[in-house]
């Protein structure tokens, strides 16, 4: 099975500022005959289920707002939320989608500093 | 307007059975993946299971193999988990999630609120 890491746990970004997630999975989840890496990364706030916001690794979903952006490739992954807003705040996890059982990772909180 | 409503949730004995429900409109069950996801109290995504589209190949998680059963009914445009022997550990809020496309290897890019399941004598 693959495990998803992510790092750190939780961070503190001031308002404006740049905010980056870290994701790694024990084995690489990009399958070479497309060259797509098969990782998503969600938002979730509290009460609310999560959200979709990247597939592929770094594809914006629909009406997410282009400050999210996900980049990567094999095993290391980022979500980086470029001038952050109040409304991020949230706990935020990556999945794979590559082999099941399709893990996430263990999530990481995101505040304003 | 996709929209995904789960019910069935409630409180069940250690040993008990549950079948959860998801109710789905604005598109058809049986041509997108269909995932279940449970998030314990205060813990982080759990992924449980997917049905993939057309025939369905299932694919479940360790932790519940053998004791739940993914499936659904076209004709309702409903998805279902059937929970056996259920265990404190299965204590989770439930969601049940579409997938980007009809194939099992996809993000899930619609949930529904989740539905509580409480396993405690």
């Known amino acids: 099975d693959i495990v998803m890491t992510q790092s750190p746990d939780s961070l503190a970004v001031s308002l404006g500022e740049r905010a980056t997630i870290n994701c790694k999975s024990s084995q690489s989840v990009l399958y070479s005959s497309n060259n797509k890496s098969y990782l998503g990364w969600y938002q979730q706030k509290p009460g609310q289920p999560p959200k979709l916001l990247i597939y592929w690794a770094s594809t914006r979903e629909s009406g997410v707002p282009d400050r999210f952006s996900g980049s990567g490739s094999g095993a290391d992954f980022t979500l980086t939320i470029s001038g952050l807003q109040a409304e991020d705040v949230a706990v935020y996890y990556c999945q794979q989608y590559y082999s099941a059982p399709f893990s996430f990772g263990q999530g990481t909180k995101l505040e304003i500093k | 307007e996709v929209q995904l409503l789960e019910s069935g949730g409630g409180l069940v004995q250690p040993g008990g059975s549950l079948r959860l429900s998801c109710a789905a409109s604005?598109?058809?069950?049986?041509?997108?993946?269909m995932s279940w996801v449970r998030q314990a109290p205060g813990k982080g995504l759990e992924w449980v299971s997917v049905?993939?589209?057309?025939?369905?190949?299932?694919f479940y998680s360790d932790s519940v193999k053998g004791r739940f059963t993914i499936s659904r009914d076209n004709s309702k445009n409903t998805l279902y988990v059937q929970m056996n022997s259920l265990r404190a550990e299965d204590t989770a809020v439930y969601y049940c999630?579409?997938?980007?496309?009809?194939?099992?290897?996809?993000?899930?890019?619609?949930w529904g609120q989740g539905t509580l399941v409480t396993v405690s004598s």
């Open positions: 049905i993939s589209d057309g025939d369905g190949d299932i």
């Open positions: 999630a579409k997938g980007t496309s009809g194939s099992r290897y996809s993000g899930l890019n619609h």
């Open positions: 604005g598109f058809t069950v049986s041509t997108y993946a």
